[in-house]
């Protein structure tokens, strides 16, 4: 890759053999470097591409703003999180993360407590995840000496489900849990009893809410050409239709979208295959 200008001592705006602009960082990358100079990918650290439409100078600010540890230590954690929850490690992951990190310490050095309100939903809906995120703990007091609340694997498994679902930021996976956590709360309410969240039952219903997410997220929500399998599930299973309608609500608020009429047969198809689950082990 070709250096188009320097942006600081450890990071350059560079272009790389395809004629594609991007952001590389190192550890004293940019240190006499001039306009023209090529650079070997193997000497960055890490190398990032702004998004379809986004300003690459935008990004270079906003990578400037974390330090070059924090990045390197998210690279390790994404690594991690690709070995232990199948991720793939892209910057779509290691950026938030790393701001995350960045953010984190700033906390810990000023004092200020760290709110996680939605910790008891990631540690029933997402377990895999918490659990990684608590190993990620680990690597990053290796990595930068620093060791983080343990609180904070709730904010880093959150990551880990949103990157499963390729949204920016962490908003839609903070609300794609509390959905969750509210989809169980009219169930036990219509129903009238308590699912165990950590059952397989619970757990089969958590994955289906978040593949439908995902269908939302990708405009990919099923639509089938025939009504004769939804008439039959609205005509078997009626009391999971009124609470499938109840989720709907809550799903269309919180992805400010409207569900198919098929989603939401499926959806009380779940609900219902859920309640009969949880009926037979009582």
């Given at each position: 890759m070709r250096v188009k200008r320097v942006l600081n001592n450890n990071s350059v705006l560079a272009?790389?053999?395809?004629?594609?602009?991007?952001?590389?960082?190192?550890?004293?990358?940019g240190h006499g470097r001039k306009p023209g100079d090529v650079i070997s990918r193997e000497v960055a650290d890490q190398v990032f591409v702004a998004a379809e439409n986004a300003n690459?100078?935008?990004?270079?600010?906003?990578?400037?703003?974390?330090?070059?540890?924090?990045?390197?230590?998210?690279?390790?954690?994404?690594?991690?999180?690709?070995?232990?929850?199948?991720?793939r490690v892209s910057q779509a992951l290691v950026v938030p993360l790393a701001d995350h990190l960045s953010f984190a310490i700033e906390r810990l050095q000023e004092g200020i407590p760290a709110q996680f309100p939605l910790a008891w939903?990631?540690?029933?809906?997402?377990?895999?995840?918490l659990a990684t995120g608590r190993e990620a703990l680990g690597l990053v007091e290796a990595s930068l000496g620093v060791r983080l609340h343990e609180d904070e694997a709730v904010a880093l498994a959150?990551?880990?489900v949103n990157a499963q679902f390729a949204t920016p930021g962490m908003e839609k996976a903070m609300q794609m849990t509390g959905v969750i956590a509210q989809a169980f709360a009219l169930v036990d309410k219509t129903f009238g009893f308590t699912v165990d969240q950590q059952s397989m039952n619970a757990a089969r219903f958590v994955t289906h809410l978040r593949y439908l997410f995902s269908r939302v997220a990708s405009g990919k929500q099923i639509s089938e050409k025939s009504s004769l399998l939804v008439d039959a599930i609205i005509q078997s299973h009626p009391e999971a239709?009124?609470?499938?309608?109840?989720?709907?609500?809550?799903?269309e608020m919180g992805l400010d979208t409207s569900?198919?009429?098929?989603?939401v047969a499926y959806l009380a198809l779940?609900?219902?295959?859920?309640?009969?689950?949880?009926?037979?082990?009582?």
């Open positions: 272009v790389d053999d395809a004629g594609k602009d991007l952001v590389a960082i190192g550890r004293g990358l690459l100078e935008r990004l270079a600010r906003y990578l400037d703003d974390i330090p070059l540890d924090c990045l390197n230590a998210a690279g390790e954690v994404a690594l991690l999180a690709q070995e232990r929850l199948d991720l939903e990631v540690a029933q809906l997402y377990p895999k995840e959150m990551h880990f239709v009124v609470c499938a309608a109840k989720i709907q609500y809550l799903l569900l198919t009429r098929d989603e779940h609900v219902a295959r859920l309640v009969s689950d949880v009926n037979e082990y009582r």
